[in-house]
């Protein structure tokens, strides 16, 4: 690394590479947005950046350049994963494996002091560098200063100032992109030890007559109130609470107009199609069940929407501090919280966030509680079962009844992740002394409305995606599982079944299917929480993905009361075993059913990553198999308790 | 406590850096000797041109060695030798002048003087004054040109203490287009 080699001279003819390399917060995501037109999600917390994003960038004489965004770094020095991504690219950029034409560094002009010791760093490698400053539009709002060009002459590098939303900035970086042999070189790149990089910087600084921002007083103010340990936390829950209420509130409309709309559709559908197994794989399989999935579109996008609007204001940032404090009481490091929290969307994300922490045990015992977190896919399953379980006129004083308990199923997912990361810490054992973790406290600011629409979009079309993929394969599959073995009218007659009865003639179908003989099957194991064949299948069927069990069930609704689903399945009473004739869902299974989908780990994807990260199946086996008993006894007690109570 | 220091490019000058450093009480001028480390340095003709202004040491490496290679060492030895005793420094430099007008106008005050239209450049520096042509920013406006000339001279005083004056080149309204100001655009019509 010490020796100032020459860069690797390209051959062919691939287009010139450069990469983007900074601390998380630097901006990063939002100049590599603006110069590639990619989208990738910004954030402000470190560990969102985590996967490896490269987009094209167009010169002006049209010619390209492959841009690469590393991961948010503090050093070079390989302590985690993360950083170890960025030692391993630029190392491969060193030695011409994937060599790298330039680098563009990214320095946050509020925090000049430590971003020059990356600069230090990266100035020890032999690429050509140019300096992006971000965040100078802040430091002069926050009385800090600094002069532009002698921080160029001090450091021997250019420095462009580029600020979110100015195109100035990232025209002029893009037309020095085009003619790297121009980039100016240091005399000798700066010291290497830490006390004469801390020399040097300060030797900068002054040069460069800096004048550190003082604290924003109106951040400081608010964060007085806001990271208070009492008024903090309670402005923190009441925040959340007002969150899922408006999830429930604003969303219902959209949902019931999506609703209605895949009601009538299916209508059409079994008027219109006269062959009548494709008639009920259309009607059934794709309006009832898949459509029945994406009635919940309304909510993803709520959700993401409340998500990046807390995330681009700031807020965010403080709530993950606050949640630090509990984190700390408990033994667990500041990062395993951001992996959490990532969590919150989809524990695919969290899991590789834990790769921004430096110790394996704490990277298992964090994944290992991440997909407790409530991710966007139970969202489905929730809003259905808490619209059975209580009417959404009911209040709790200025509450909606739903609203709260879908709060307390996010509580009692999180909860329990940090209870499990805590007692796989405690089993795995101790990492040593936990590494200085710098969580960053943007100032507050207005959220861009690009980054949250983008933010809302992806969300979406990932959610579409899904629904149309494996939702969609796995709905048809389970509708070939509920109506094969295909019935003779002679099988119905010997039944007793009147064949000219449409809808007796498929509730007899379905009720002697694949899929019910398999539901049956299983039937011992979760006799005791009160779920009948159906609600197995569907069960079963969510381990490829949650939301298949809302499909699930809106297929055997839509086949048992064409007309009003809804209804159907909450008027659903067992077919057999001890309980015949009796609801299906009584308060007590809803309940069983909502904890069983807190804590059962069904989501294959959640199980490949883990695989992938730890390398081996040991841990997803683990997983799934303590994630599984729990969900089961979790519900066995709220099936009790709530039974107990009615 | 070390003192901070970093090195700076001086243009046109592939082997010199300007080494940024608190110079204490060190005379300003050519170097005959330097203390510590730094005086074998010169004597063995690896360093072979050395100045001292305040806030900085000048230092040009012979041609045979590269700054990667030896600029560490150099480094250490300027921080250390600042502070050190034996050094012999004679008072004051005509060269020296000449170098640091030409870091101010094209570097230290390089924004400065180009926010006001201005182009300045270094015609001639003796031991104790310096000649400067002020391009055509101030023929027109005798306030700005008194604002150059004056923040110009501060400037240089606190690097060069022993400067006198600094005079602008008196053909001042040379051939080089001069910036059109509104307001000269008014005079003229």
């Given at each position: 690394?010490?020796?100032?080699?020459?860069?690797?001279?390209?051959?062919?003819?691939?287009p010139p590479r450069f990469a983007l390399v900074g601390s998380p917060n630097a901006g990063k995501t939002t100049l590599f947005n603006s110069l590639t037109g990619l989208r990738a999600k910004t954030g402000n917390y470190p560990g969102v950046t985590v996967a490896r994003y490269e987009g094209r960038h167009i010169l002006d004489d049209d010619s390209h350049v492959t841009i690469e965004d590393l991961p948010g770094t503090y050093s070079l020095d390989p302590m985690s994963p993360d950083e170890q991504v960025v030692a391993t690219v630029l190392?491969?950029?060193?030695?011409?494996?994937?060599?790298?034409?330039?680098?563009?560094?990214?320095?946050?002009?509020?925090?000049?002091?430590?971003?020059?010791?990356?600069?230090?760093?990266?100035?020890?490698?032999?690429?050509?560098?140019?300096?992006?400053?971000?965040?100078?539009?802040?430091?002069?709002?926050?009385?800090?200063?600094?002069?532009?060009?002698?921080?160029?002459?001090?450091?021997?590098?250019?420095?462009?100032?580029?600020?979110?939303?100015?195109?100035?900035?990232?025209?002029?970086?893009?037309?020095?992109?085009?003619?790297?042999?121009?980039?100016?070189?240091?005399?000798?790149?700066?010291?290497?030890?830490?006390?004469?990089?801390?020399?040097?910087?300060?030797?900068?600084?002054?040069?460069?007559?800096?004048?550190?921002?003082?604290?924003?007083?109106?951040?400081?103010?608010?964060?007085?109130?806001?990271?208070?340990?009492?008024?903090?936390?309670?402005?923190?829950?009441?925040?959340?609470?007002?969150?899922?209420?408006?999830?429930?509130?604003?969303?219902?409309?959209?949902?019931?107009?999506?609703?209605?709309?895949?009601?009538?559709?299916?209508?059409?559908?079994?008027?219109?199609?006269?062959?009548?197994?494709?008639?009920?794989?259309?009607?059934?399989?794709?309006?009832?069940?898949?459509?029945?999935?994406?009635?919940?579109?309304?909510?993803?996008?709520?959700?993401?929407?409340?998500?990046?609007?807390?995330?681009?204001?700031?807020?965010?940032?403080?709530?993950?501090?606050?949640?630090?404090?509990?984190?700390?009481?408990?033994?667990?490091?500041?990062?395993?919280?951001?992996?959490?929290?990532?969590?919150?969307?989809?524990?695919?994300?969290?899991?590789?966030?834990?790769?921004?922490?430096?110790?394996?045990?704490?990277?298992?015992?964090?994944?290992?509680?991440?997909?407790?977190?409530?991710?966007?896919?139970?969202?489905?399953?929730?809003?259905?079962?808490i619209g059975m379980l209580v009417p959404g006129d009911l209040r709790f004083g200025p509450l909606g009844a739903q609203g709260a308990i879908m709060f307390g199923l996010y509580l009692l997912g999180a909860i329990s992740a940090m209870l499990s990361a805590w007692f796989f810490k405690k089993i795995i054992g101790r990492s040593g002394v936990g590494l200085p973790f710098y969580m960053e406290m943007p100032s507050y600011r207005l959220p861009r409305g690009r980054t949250i629409a983008v933010s809302v979009w992806d969300a979406c079309k990932?959610?579409?995606?899904?629904?149309?993929?494996?939702?969609?394969?796995?709905?048809?599959?389970?509708?070939?599982?509920?109506?094969?073995?295909?019935?003779?009218?002679?099988?119905?007659?010997?039944?007793?079944?009147?064949?000219?009865?449409?809808?007796?003639?498929?509730?007899?179908?379905?009720?002697?299917?694949?899929?019910?003989?398999?539901?049956?099957?299983?039937?011992?194991?979760?006799?005791?929480?009160?779920?009948?064949?159906?609600?197995?299948?569907?069960?079963?069927?969510?381990?490829?993905?949650?939301?298949?069990?809302?499909?699930?069930?809106?297929?055997?609704?839509?086949?048992?009361?064409?007309?009003?689903?809804?209804?159907?399945?909450?008027?659903?009473?067992?077919?057999?075993?001890?309980?015949?004739?009796?609801?299906?869902?009584?308060?007590?299974?809803?309940?069983?059913?909502?904890?069983?989908?807190?804590?059962?780990?069904?989501?294959?994807?959640?199980?490949?990553?883990?695989?992938?990260?730890?390398?081996?199946?040991?841990?997803?086996?683990?997983?799934?198999?303590?994630?599984?008993?729990?969900?089961?006894?979790?519900?066995?007690?709220?099936?009790?308790?709530?039974?107990?109570?009615? | 406590?070390?003192?901070?220091?970093?090195?700076?490019?001086?243009?046109?000058?592939?082997?010199?850096?300007?080494?940024?450093?608190?110079?204490?009480?060190?005379?300003?001028?050519?170097?005959?000797?330097?203390?510590?480390?730094?005086?074998?340095?010169?004597?063995?003709?690896?360093?072979?041109?050395?100045?001292?202004?305040?806030?900085?040491?000048?230092?040009?490496?012979?041609?045979?060695?590269?700054?990667?290679?030896?600029?560490?060492?150099?480094?250490?030895?300027?921080?250390?030798?600042?502070?050190?005793?034996?050094?012999?420094?004679?008072?004051?430099?005509?060269?020296?002048?000449?170098?640091?007008?030409?870091?101010?106008?094209?570097?230290?005050?390089?924004?400065?003087?180009t926010s006001h239209g201005g182009q300045i450049s270094v015609v001639d520096a003796t031991i104790d004054a310096v000649v400067l042509d002020f391009g055509g920013a101030c023929a027109d406006c005798p306030a700005q040109g008194q604002t150059l000339h004056d923040r110009v001279e501060v400037t240089l005083r606190a690097r060069y203490p022993r400067l006198r004056e600094v005079s602008k080149l008196a053909s001042s309204h040379s051939a080089a287009p001069r910036p059109r100001s509104p307001l000269h655009l008014l005079k003229r019509t």
């Open positions: 690394m010490s020796c100032h080699a020459e860069p690797p001279i390209r051959v062919g003819t691939a190392e491969a950029g060193t030695s011409g494996d994937e060599p790298l034409d330039g680098l563009i560094v990214l320095l946050d002009a509020t925090n000049l002091r430590r971003s020059l010791g990356l600069l230090a760093q990266v100035q020890q490698l032999p690429h050509p560098i140019t300096v992006v400053l971000t965040f100078t539009d802040e430091l002069a709002r926050r009385g800090g200063s600094v002069d532009v060009l002698a921080l160029s002459r001090a450091t021997g590098v250019r420095f462009i100032p580029v600020i979110a939303g100015d195109k100035r900035g990232v025209a002029s970086l893009s037309e020095s992109m085009g003619d790297v042999a121009s980039w100016p070189k240091p005399m000798l790149p700066p010291p290497t030890d830490p006390s004469g990089v801390a020399d040097w910087a300060t030797s900068v600084l002054d040069s460069a007559s800096f004048r550190a921002p003082g604290s924003d007083k109106r951040t400081s103010r608010i964060d007085g109130v806001l990271l208070h340990p009492v008024w903090g936390t309670v402005i923190f829950f009441v925040t959340m609470m007002a969150f899922f209420q408006v999830i429930f509130s604003v969303a219902a409309p959209m949902q019931d107009g999506i609703e209605t709309l895949f009601a009538w559709l299916g209508g059409v559908a079994r008027a219109n199609i006269p062959v009548a197994w494709l008639s009920s794989l259309v009607a059934d399989a794709l309006l009832a069940g898949v459509g029945g999935v994406l009635v919940f579109l309304p909510q993803i996008a709520l959700l993401f929407l409340l998500i990046s609007l807390l995330e681009g204001s700031g807020y965010l940032s403080r709530a993950a501090f606050l949640m630090d404090r509990v984190m700390g009481w408990a033994g667990l490091e500041g990062r395993a919280f951001v992996a959490l929290l990532s969590s919150m969307a989809c524990a695919i994300p969290g899991i590789m966030a834990t790769r921004t922490l430096p110790s394996a045990k704490d990277r298992i015992a964090t994944m290992m509680g991440a997909p407790l977190m409530t991710c966007s896919a139970r969202l489905p399953v929730y809003v259905l079962l990932a959610f579409l995606k899904k629904v149309t993929s494996i939702i969609m394969l796995t709905t048809i599959i389970l509708w070939g599982l509920l109506n094969f073995p295909l019935r003779s009218d002679a099988d119905l007659q010997r039944a007793g079944i009147d064949s000219r009865d449409e809808v007796a003639v498929k509730a007899f179908v379905i009720d002697n299917s694949i899929a019910a003989g398999i539901g049956r099957a299983v039937s011992p194991v979760f006799e005791p929480l009160g779920f009948d064949w159906r609600i197995n299948v569907g069960v079963l069927s969510s381990l490829a993905a949650r939301e298949v069990f809302v499909s699930t069930l809106g297929q055997v609704a839509a086949a048992e009361d064409p007309d009003d689903p809804v209804a159907a399945l909450t008027n659903m009473t067992h077919t057999d075993g001890a309980h015949v004739g009796e609801k299906v869902f009584t308060p007590s299974t809803v309940a069983a059913l909502l904890v069983f989908f807190v804590y059962a780990l069904q989501c294959m994807s959640t199980l490949g990553v883990m695989r992938r990260e730890t390398g081996t199946w040991k841990w997803p086996v683990i997983a799934f198999v303590y994630m599984g008993g729990l969900a089961w006894l979790m519900a066995w007690l709220a099936k009790l308790v709530v039974g107990g109570m009615a | 406590m070390r003192k901070p220091i970093h090195p700076e490019a001086v243009t046109g000058e592939p082997q010199a850096i300007r080494w940024v450093v608190d110079t204490g009480d060190l005379p300003v001028g050519e170097v005959l000797h330097a203390a510590g480390t730094l005086g074998p340095m010169m004597e063995y003709g690896v360093i072979t041109r050395m100045f001292v202004e305040r806030g900085s040491v000048w230092t040009w490496l012979a041609p045979e060695h590269t700054w990667t290679d030896r600029g560490p060492r150099i480094r250490d030895a300027v921080v250390a030798g600042v502070d050190a005793d034996g050094w012999d420094v004679t008072d004051g430099s005509a060269d020296l002048l000449r170098f640091i007008a030409d870091d101010v106008v094209h570097g230290q005050l390089f924004t400065f003087i």
